[in-house]
């Protein structure tokens, strides 16, 4: 427990974060500060904190597990594409995204849309969508802060009990903090663990052989193809560029690129944040391919016979999940600490890795933030209680979420890594399609923005109600559910669903991209007057 202790005095002094913020917030009462921090945020935590609300519990746990199941790929699928992607589309859309809210006044992006397209009643569809898709980045917060808990205190605190602590901290800072204890909270977060993944490797893998040790104990086994790409194909390989496209279509992250205080603080973040992706990026990968050949640690010991079990045809199918939840590699980082670390550093580390498992809380501010303004603002209920219930609704709608969530999250049967990729990711890389309209595109109407809407939705919902039917075969293996002309239309594979043996995310960017371009064409086109106050005329 002198861990568990350590961890929860980190939980401690994030808690006074969020409260000095809210200290400051009251100085400055008003939906603005709440939300969008008055716009006011420094270069400092203007990176900090847009780099730590998207490294979650994906980054640290979900990689690491991922990369323990499929080796030295996964940096390639997903790190690599993120360092070019996302600093490019934060130059492309981040900034153009906050001029028009400081010259507009817009907190969330459903009120770009409303006023770009002129479209009440489609806006609210699409924060209906928005607000639907967060939930299970908002899940994977949760399951990360249950796990390293209940992992660092060896089971003294169950996963349930340490996912309702992450969930009534996370949501006590951003109830009192709002945005600005929030921004605060993740500056903090981003400094800690970008020190855990130096830490990490400095002292866990040194104490367990070194690179070159693991590397040698892997070569000679099986398990070889651990370093190298075989098992993907070249196309499934680059379908995973088309993932990092969804950051800036991220509710939470749009509204971020709302609190810079200038045009000049995303200079800085654009040239940074491909290096912060590699400091913390390449230690998680490395612990968790290296994990697979420390066979002296009985957890991984565990976790690799399950493996095995699950890819033997001789393994009943009653058994199979169990096995599978045996064998996820979620909690091979903490699993690596616990044995090779002192417990005074344990408990550090833990903190640093508490600290990414943490950033659900931009994604819960950024729900309630587009609740208060893009629904209950909108309907007339600001301007008939005032600006105090608005921020008193969001703060309700803080604790409801948060409740959701924890609820969902005790019960997820995916993996960290797999059910981020499979919805979130995909859902809102399929909402891109809206922000090159609203932008760039001056004949993109609401009808194509609605068809995009109704596209993404149900694509995500068949997804989800496919996974629910066809269970997942063993690790390495694909099911074919339709077959036209020897080409698998719609497979089901052990980590999620396959379109035409790519993943979902290409049909679903491709789908939209085609039917904002279509529907539009073939609409009638915006006012006039509108697009000229987005578009300078000649």
């Known amino acids: 427990m002198i861990a568990a202790l350590i961890v929860f005095a980190y939980l401690a002094t994030v808690l006074y974060i969020g409260i000095f913020a809210f200290r400051k917030y009251e100085r400055k009462a008003g939906a603005e500060e709440f939300f969008v921090a008055g716009r006011s945020l420094g270069p400092a935590v203007f990176l900090l904190s847009l780099f730590g609300t998207n490294m979650t519990a994906f980054t640290i746990l979900g990689s690491a597990g991922h990369a323990f199941g499929n080796g030295i790929l996964t940096f390639g699928l997903m790190a690599s594409a993120s360092a070019f992607v ?184 654009i040239i940074l944040y491909p290096i912060c992706i590699l400091a913390i990026w390449l230690p998680c990968v490395y612990l968790g391919v290296a994990a697979n050949g420390l066979r002296d640690v009985p957890a991984i010991e565990q976790k690799l016979e399950a493996r095995a079990a699950l890819a033997s045809p001789d393994t009943p199918a009653e058994d199979r999940e169990a096995l599978r939840a045996q064998a996820r590699g979620d909690d091979v980082v903490i699993v690596l600490l616990e044995h090779y670390a002192p417990i005074w550093l344990a408990g550090l580390l833990g903190a640093g890795i508490m600290a990414a498992v943490m950033a659900s809380d931009s994604q819960i501010l950024a729900l309630s933030t587009m609740f208060t303004e893009d629904v209950f603002t909108y309907y007339g209920g600001t301007e008939r209680f005032g600006e105090r219930t608005q921020v008193a609704t969001g703060r309700a709608f803080v604790v409801l979420v948060t409740a959701v969530a924890y609820l969902l999250a005790i019960q997820a049967p995916q993996s960290i890594f797999d059910l981020a990729v499979q919805y979130a990711f995909t859902g809102y890389a399929a909402l891109v399609p809206l922000l090159v309209g609203a932008l760039f595109w001056r004949r993109s109407t609401k009808w194509g923005a609605l068809a995009v809407a109704l596209w993404t939705a149900g694509l995500v919902i068949g997804v989800a109600v496919f996974q629910s039917v066809v269970p997942a075969p063993p690790p390495g293996q694909t099911v074919a559910v339709w077959t036209v002309g020897g080409v698998d239309i719609l497979a089901r594979g052990a980590t999620g669903t396959s379109i035409f043996g790519l993943l979902p995310v290409v049909t679903a960017v491709i789908g939209s991209a085609l039917l904002m371009w279509v529907v539009s064409l073939v609409t009638p086109p915006p006012q006039r007057e509108v697009v000229a106050r987005y578009f300078a005329e000649a």
């Not at 130059?91 to 010259?103: E, Q, S, V």
């Open 86 to 269: 996302i600093p490019l589309c934060l130059f492309l859309f981040g900034t153009r995204i906050w001029a028009l809210g400081r010259r507009f006044g817009f907190i969330t992006p459903v009120q770009m849309f409303r006023d770009r397209w002129q479209c009440g009643h489609i806006g609210t569809v699409i924060f209906v969508l928005q607000a639907a898709l967060l939930v299970p980045y908002i899940i994977i917060g949760v399951m990360g802060g249950g796990a390293t808990i209940a992992a660092i205190s060896g089971g003294a605190v169950p996963y349930w009990i340490g996912g309702a602590i992450v969930a009534i901290v996370v949501m006590s800072y951003v109830f009192l903090g709002g945005m600005r204890g929030t921004a605060f909270v993740n500056a903090f977060q981003t400094v800690l663990f970008l020190s855990f993944g130096v830490a990490a490797i400095l002292f866990i893998g040194y104490r367990s052989g070194g690179f070159d040790g693991a590397m040698a104990r892997i070569a000679a086994s099986p398990d070889a193809w651990l370093l190298t790409r075989e098992r993907v194909s070249p196309w499934y390989f680059f379908a995973y560029t088309l993932i990092p496209l969804s950051t800036i279509a991220f509710p939470h992250i749009s509204i971020f690129c709302l609190t810079a205080r200038r045009m000049r603080e995303f200079k800085r973040t």
